[in-house]
């Protein structure tokens, strides 16, 4: 039984009103572009509070799927069978052979969910229940109906057509893309950050990126793979616009300027500002990092602290009490993982001190930033000025 129909499930908590417009609008524009990747030619039906996904053409179940479950919003993913009225005695010829067809062992318990979106359907959603339930016991001897909590759930939903799903394919939940502003992403070639955008996305947030760049001590090669990670990203978030600034002479200057043991917290203080920056000119309202209390010395308490205290948005670390391994399994799950273990450091080495402070204190750190007034405000405008803009889609 080939499927024409996907029924997509969504949230509806909080959505109410002209907010339920905006979250379906959304929905139905990240669903096509999901399915812009399939092969195949679909077409998304808004209708009366449902969201359907028909195949016009040919097309790969498993594939289609896979895309579906990558759109943020989406609670579940139903394959259905879509009927014309023809009768009661139609419906249930249908309703038998779909179970027929889905259930290869009819030995199991079910339900039947009968629901009428049309009211002037000769039967009630109770009589629908039992006459259904009745024929397919008839035909199957082997079922068992168990109200309670049956292994089997079919739904029958009785609109302008009748539709038939029993298999709720589970969605990537969250809020679709575009229902909930902009954010700046800081993305580097690891595990972390990665993650870090595709939770905020999840939450119905575009997503920006910014990649510090530092040619020649972080390669060609680096930089590829920051693009991959944020293609990657963009399957669940849409288009990402992403800005490579070359940091070089900035973390030379801070290098030659300032106590090495503070180097990381002070480029990490840059990192914001220039990501505060293109954050305002595109209109985003925070900024987003993959940092987690603890995890290295520049996201202690205090380092934290001290990065922070640059920035006049939000920044949001949806990852700050997680542990690695937790982090791990949703690069995993995400298909990041590979990328980000790629050996090319998104971080020169030399750049890195034997002993940073773990613990630095914002006045130390602004004295030593104090060093870097003669150049420093220039070196940012070129940074800026010079940084590269890279469309991943
Ligand atoms: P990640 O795995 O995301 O690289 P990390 O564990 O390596 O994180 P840090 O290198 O301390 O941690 O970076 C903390 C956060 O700062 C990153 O999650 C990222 O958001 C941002 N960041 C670090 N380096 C860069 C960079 N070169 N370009 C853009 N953002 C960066
Ligand atoms: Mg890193």
């Not at 509070?49 to 759109?71: M, N, P, Q, W």
């Not at 993913?77 to 052979?97: K, N, Q, R, W, Y």
């Not at 680096?222 to 963009?234: F, N, T, Y």
Request: hydrophobic share 40%.
């Amino acid at each position: 039984m080939e499927f024409k129909t996907f029924l997509i499930k969504y949230g509806e908590i909080g959505i109410k009103g002209k907010n339920r417009y905006l979250f379906e609008e959304a929905l139905v524009k990240q669903i096509r572009h999901a399915l812009k990747a399939v092969e195949g030619e679909f077409e998304v039906q808004r209708e009366q509070g449902r969201i359907y996904v028909h195949c016009l053409s040919h097309y790969d179940f498993e594939e289609t799927v896979e895309a579906l479950k990558r759109v943020f919003g989406i609670v579940g993913i139903c394959p259905v069978v879509v009927t014309e009225d023809h009768g009661f005695e139609a419906l249930a010829d249908t309703v038998v052979s779909y179970v027929d067809a889905q259930y290869s062992q009819k030995d199991f318990t079910f339900k039947v969910d009968s629901r009428r979106a049309r009211k002037n359907y000769p039967k009630t959603s109770m009589e629908l229940n039992c006459d259904l339930g009745e024929k397919l016991l008839d035909a199957y001897p082997g079922l068992r109906v168990d109200v309670h909590k049956p292994q089997v759930m079919l739904s029958v939903e009785i609109r302008e057509k009748i539709y038939i799903y029993s298999r709720i394919i589970p969605g990537a939940g969250g809020m679709p893309v575009g229902t909930n502003g902009k954010a700046m992403l800081l993305l580097s070639g690891g595990i972390d950050s990665p993650v870090a955008g595709y939770m905020i996305a999840k939450r119905g947030v575009k997503i920006d990126a910014v990649y510090f760049h530092a040619p020649p001590y972080t390669s060609e090669r680096a930089k590829q793979k920051v693009v991959d990670l944020a293609r990657i990203v963009s399957r669940y978030s849409g288009p990402i616009a992403l800005h490579v600034v070359n940091f070089t002479d900035i973390q030379l200057y801070i290098y030659d300027k300032c106590p090495h043991d503070e180097l990381t917290i002070i480029m990490r203080r840059y990192m914001m500002r220039i990501a505060e920056h293109f954050a305002k000119e595109t209109g985003c309202l925070g900024l987003i990092t993959g940092e987690s209390i603890g995890q290295v010395a520049s996201q202690t308490m205090q380092s934290l602290a001290a990065t922070n205290e640059v920035c006049t948005m939000p920044v949001y670390r949806p990852l700050i009490g997680f542990d690695k391994q937790e982090i791990v399994d949703v690069s995993l799950k995400i298909d990041a993982y590979e990328t980000s273990i790629q050996p090319f450091e998104d971080c020169c080495t030399i750049f890195v001190a034997k002993h940073p402070v773990t613990k630095p204190n914002i006045n130390v750190i602004r004295r030593s930033e104090t060093k870097l007034e003669e150049k420093i405000d220039d070196m940012v405008k070129t940074a800026v000025d010079t940084a590269e803009m890279i469309w991943v889609e």
